[in-house]
């Protein structure tokens, strides 16, 4: 069975902590899930269909048997073949580039364009993409909005980087 | 052969030089050719912004493809600088890597340059007399810098105007710097970040270093403060290098289009432009007297070696505006009649290669300043580009970065590894911790909210053995590739160690906890190089990188012994033939080269324009 949206985006929400609405709008025009999920399909990713199913299923299995799904994303990080995929996953959300699972450090590919202006980072440092400002000028002078403002978690427990 | 009809003028380079020559004397109606080796200028930038945002590397060319047939240094050749099958410069026998690296398209390399448009200070034109270091430019600050005789504004003014600086002239009045009375800048002064607000609310009236106040200024800026000129303000992208996405950010572009723009009565443009047109040799007269014309190669594909003939361009006055490592290059390759060169009879064509080499150093702030906002850089410390400590060691000036560790240390890349696989590259992850969900998202924040890095701009002295020629390796269209030489002085060296004792005293009265690469990562980098202080015997390790300031190989002086131009900027041997741009510098001064370039580019105009008119005797 491959990987449905739904599926890789219950997954993704508990490796990278942001609530499965923000990575997955109810009205999504951009569709940024959509082009991750076929990024981890295409042969380029280096990455299985056996394996990916397996990442999604020990997951979901995991859920149920620890009882949450921050227990089962520990769960399938401490994997030997699944951390890695799982690890990539994470990266590929913060960063909106594809790294190879078995070379951590190597890049395949920036997803597309506007993955790079979607990638999270930009919001875990409450700024926007490098190249791609939201803002109008002079908002450098004074502090963001709230993290808060940038991220929505995926526990429900709001973010807090000054802690 | 083909040849060109005779132009009144014809200009190698379109990039700010010539640019902005073109556009002075198109609009005093002469008729001028600009041959540009590269691409056209775009009719959007959209194309760039795509390949810069989904280039895995964000290096200062990475919104701009490559282009065999008029290949360029770029950041990329530097990670393996040594092998010239890797490197477009042949570096092959080369000390240290020269770092700096340039565009060969319509608008130049000011495609990604930072917007900082600094006046040099007075003492800059004259290092040799003040301090007993390098040499003296053959002009002052006042002639830049003060309307000259019949004039109303200064060329520095000038200069401003064209980039439209945003600056406030009560902070930039330091270190001897002069103004034309009830000058203003041409836009309002941009905010500042909380970084800058971090450390100037530290050391401003506060802090002393050998003996000198430590002064927090605003960068003058070569971005919009408000609308300006038909472009936008800015929106602090936080890109001006590699790409401003929405041009609030001057280039050259803007110029050019001004000069294609002039036209005569008969509505006829008097400036054209020849892309995809390599100019190959300046060829000269029996007497080896005039130049006659320039033999360029043309091609028409721009992502494949396509070469379709040769031409000859021909005008009664020749620029060569192609900055300081193509310029040399075409001269000491037109070298058919002259074994050295054209406008070598100095020996002193493709000498004195000079950069900014630039130190980086990086910390976390206590308290989140958040970073990654605004114009890539606002502020700085630029009381210290002048003083008695220029005998001894080379001045600098210190930028304030506003984009984290991203040129640093590679961020955001480095620091999400370190959280997610457990690595520990940028230090902050001693534990190797591996983080994923709400957890990792804090780490992130914690650290990137507080990422700041300082840049010191060391002024490189002159030197002889630091050059610019011919590599018996070619180019696709048979041109032969430059060739480099480079060192850093002891001089030059001195000021690492300066910048170093400034660095820990700036960062602990701001509450910064400095970072730097341990020694067996810093001794790997190809900037890495070691000063040991005579006196105390100690030994510094440092690495440094390029500002991306290309300089010297045709300065300017007082005779035809010292020097390649004159004062005018126009060649002792040839008196038709104007060599422009930063490669006139005699030294690099303390301040980012563009504005500089720019003056004299109005300057050089003037002068190009005095000669037609047959108003020059020197000319004749």
């Known amino acids: 069975m491959p990987v449905s949206l739904d599926q890789f985006v219950s997954l993704s929400s508990a490796l990278t902590g942001v609530n499965a609405a923000q990575l997955k709008p109810a009205l999504d025009p951009i569709g940024i899930a959509n082009q991750y999920l076929a990024m981890i399909n295409s042969q380029a990713s280096k990455v299985s269909s056996t394996t990916f199913s397996a990442l999604v299923s020990t997951f979901e299995a995991q859920v149920g048997t620890l009882g949450s799904p921050n227990k089962a994303a520990a769960f399938v990080l401490d994997d030997p073949t699944l951390g890695p995929v799982a690890r990539s996953i994470i990266k590929m959300w913060l960063m909106g580039t594809w790294y190879d699972p078995a070379n951590p450090g190597t890049a395949i590919q920036v997803v597309s364009s506007q993955a790079y202006k979607e990638s999270l980072v930009w919001k875990v440092m409450q700024s926007h993409p490098m190249g791609y400002s939201m803002w109008s000028f002079g908002y450098w002078a004074q502090p963001p909005p709230a993290f808060e403002q940038f991220i929505q978690t995926s526990s429900g427990n709001s973010a807090n980087g000054a802690n | ?620």
Not at chain 2, 49 to 74: D, Q, V, W
């Open chain 2, 1 to 620: 052969m083909a040849q060109t009809k005779k132009y009144d003028v014809v200009i190698v380079g379109a990039g700010l030089a010539g640019s902005i020559m073109a556009y002075k004397l198109g609009k005093a109606g002469k008729k001028v050719l600009v041959i540009e080796s590269g691409a056209s200028v775009p009719t959007s930038r959209e194309a760039y912004m795509e390949h810069f945002y989904t280039n895995l590397i964000k290096t200062p060319e990475s919104a701009y493809p490559n282009n065999p047939n008029a290949p360029r240094a770029t950041v990329v050749d530097l990670f393996n600088w040594k092998d010239p099958s890797q490197s477009y410069l042949d570096q092959s026998s080369s000390p240290l890597p020269f770092s700096s690296t340039y565009e060969r398209r319509g608008g130049g390399t000011m495609w990604h340059w930072l917007g900082s448009s600094f006046r040099f200070v007075p003492n800059d034109f004259r290092l040799q007399s003040e301090y007993g270091q390098g040499i003296d430019w053959p002009i002052a600050y006042e002639d830049l810098g003060l309307p000259q005789p019949g004039r109303s504004t200064a060329y520095y003014d000038d200069a401003e105007k064209e980039i439209g600086v945003s600056a406030d002239v009560a902070r930039q009045t330091y270190l001897g710097l002069t103004f034309t009375p009830g000058y203003q800048y041409p836009n309002p002064e941009i905010p500042l970040t909380l970084t800058d607000n971090l450390f100037a609310d530290a050391v401003n009236g506060k802090e002393q270093f050998e003996g000198q106040a430590v002064t927090v200024s605003p960068t003058p800026a070569g971005r919009n403060s408000r609308p300006y000129d038909g472009r936008r303000v800015c929106a602090g992208n936080t890109n001006c290098i590699p790409i401003c996405p929405i041009q609030a950010k001057y280039d050259p572009t803007i110029t050019l289009n001004k000069a294609l723009d002039t036209a005569d009565g008969a509505g006829q443009r008097n400036v054209n432009v020849m892309y995809q047109t390599v100019a190959a040799k300046v060829k000269l007269d029996q007497e080896n007297k005039m130049v006659v014309g320039i033999e360029c190669i043309t091609y028409d594909n721009l992502e494949k070696k396509s070469p379709t003939g040769t031409v000859v361009v021909t005008g009664t006055i020749y620029v060569i505006a192609s900055h300081a490592i193509e310029t040399p290059k075409l001269l000491l390759n037109s070298n058919e009649q002259l074994p050295a060169g054209v406008a070598n009879g100095s020996g002193q064509v493709g000498k004195n290669l000079m950069d900014h080499p630039l130190f980086l150093r990086w910390g976390l702030t206590k308290d989140p300043t958040f970073p990654y906002r605004g114009p890539l850089a606002t502020a700085g410390i630029e009381s210290l580009r002048d003083g008695p400590f220029r005998s001894d060691r080379a001045a600098f000036r210190v930028e304030f970065g506003n984009e984290g560790w991203n040129f640093a240390a590679a961020d955001p890349e480095n620091t999400v590894f370190d959280f997610v696989d457990g690595t520990n590259n940028n230090l902050n992850n001693p534990n190797c911790e591996k983080l994923f969900g709400v957890a990792l998202l804090n780490k992130l924040n914690e650290i990137f909210t507080r990422q700041c890095r300082f840049g010191f701009l060391v002024e490189q002295s002159p030197e002889d053995s630091n050059t610019v020629t011919l590599s018996n390796l070619k180019d696709d269209l048979g041109i032969p590739r430059p060739k480099i030489n480079y060192n850093l002085s002891d001089y030059t060296k001195r000021a690492f160690v300066a910048a170093q004792k400034l660095t820990d005293q700036v960062f602990a009265a701001a509450g910064v906890t400095p970072f730097e690469k341990p020694l067996a990562q810093l001794k790997k980098a190809g900037g890495y190089f070691t000063y040991t202080d005579p006196k105390t015997g100690e030994t510094y390790n440092f690495d440094f990188f390029g500002s991306g300031h290309i300089v010297g190989t045709y300065r300017m002086g007082t005779t035809r012994e010292n020097s390649v131009v004159d004062r005018n900027q126009r060649s002792w041997d040839h008196p038709n033939l104007f060599l422009v741009g930063s490669g006139v510098f005699p030294t690099i001064a303390t301040g980012n080269p563009s504005l500089t370039i720019a003056a004299l580019a109005f300057w050089a105009a003037d002068n190009v324009l005095k000669d037609l008119e047959g108003a020059n005797p020197s000319s004749r």
